[in-house]
């Protein structure tokens, strides 16, 4: 078992025994935190990473004293802290990694996010996710819960709708073309990135083949507001707090932008991809 595996059931369980010494059942604590049930049972049962913003309502529903309430934030601040291998993040299963990004998403106001290899998760269709996460579980060895993480990364879509969020995406043009899923799969992807193309609060940029590239796009990297960063390796998934790095990432989100097209240019791009894969079927 990995460290952080150990240090996210250490967690479950003290947050647990705070609960039962309040005599709550996990329905309880549910209502009065506005969750749903599972939550409280995912994070007891360390299906789920409890955050510091979740650690400080439960204490303050189960009215812990604040020492304990602290203990317990520096645990939770040190789970995000840490960088354990993905193989062992992905045992918990696909859909509470999905949980964990959907409670850091909902935290965030300002998303921008570069992906170089995929169809961004948040705009993502329901046929599309299916075949990432079977290539997923495949690597990673994880449980078969596919279905479930599907389920989670859709709800996570609605945030989109939320007009006082901001969302900048840019991917490179290969992505369009990567054939991770069937033709018939990608043209109804590449449909819906058209569709997302036109919301007021999206910017979808895509670099071009022809863009003279700012660098090397080694990795995808996710910036929440101006305070974290997510950077996923193949056997690493980083969280960088340090104000340097979170500029670093900054800088050179705003350098793809500049070499990115948008709006129109892009529905252009999108739908000379689509023609690319007209008449095509099958895997």
């Excluded at 996210?8 to 969750?35: P, T, V, Y």
């Excluded at 604040?66 to 291998?85: K, N």
């Excluded at 170089?116 to 998760?121: T, W």
């Excluded at 022809?210 to 998934?237: E, K, Q």
């Amino acid at each position: 078992m990995s460290g952080f595996q150990q240090a996210r059931i250490d967690l479950g369980a003290q947050l647990r025994q705070l609960r039962e010494n309040a005599r709550l059942s996990g329905k309880d604590l549910a209502e009065r935190l506005r969750w749903q049930p599972s939550k409280v049972s995912r994070i007891e049962n360390a299906r789920q990473t409890a955050t510091e913003d979740d650690v400080v309502v439960w204490g303050q529903a189960v009215q812990a004293d604040p020492d304990t309430i602290d203990e317990l934030i520096r645990q939770a601040a040190g789970l995000l802290e840490r960088q354990d291998s993905w193989r062992q993040r992905h045992k918990s299963g696909l859909e509470a990694l999905q949980e964990d990004i959907r409670d850091l998403e909902s935290r965030t106001r300002l998303f921008r996010v570069f992906e170089p290899g995929v169809v961004i998760g948040l705009l993502q269709t329901a046929e599309y996710a299916r075949h990432i996460f079977s290539k997923v579980r495949r690597l990673y060895e994880t449980t078969d819960d596919v279905d479930a993480a599907i389920r989670v990364r859709m709800q996570r879509q609605e945030i989109l709708y939320d007009q006082g969020r901001r969302f900048r995406f840019v991917v490179p043009e290969a992505v369009l073309r990567y054939r991770l899923a069937p033709p018939d799969v990608m043209r109804g992807q590449l449909d819906r990135l058209i569709a997302v193309t036109t919301l007021p609060n999206v910017e979808f940029g895509i670099v071009p083949f022809a863009a003279p590239l700012p660098s090397a796009p080694l990795n995808s990297f996710w910036i929440y507001n101006d305070s974290l960063v997510g950077v996923a390796t193949r056997t690493r998934d980083l969280l960088l707090r340090d104000a340097e790095d979170v500029a670093f990432y900054a800088q050179a989100f705003e350098e793809y932008c500049e070499v990115a097209v948008f709006r129109d240019a892009a529905r252009a791009l999108i739908v000379r991809a689509l023609d690319g894969y007209a008449g095509q079927s099958g895997d």
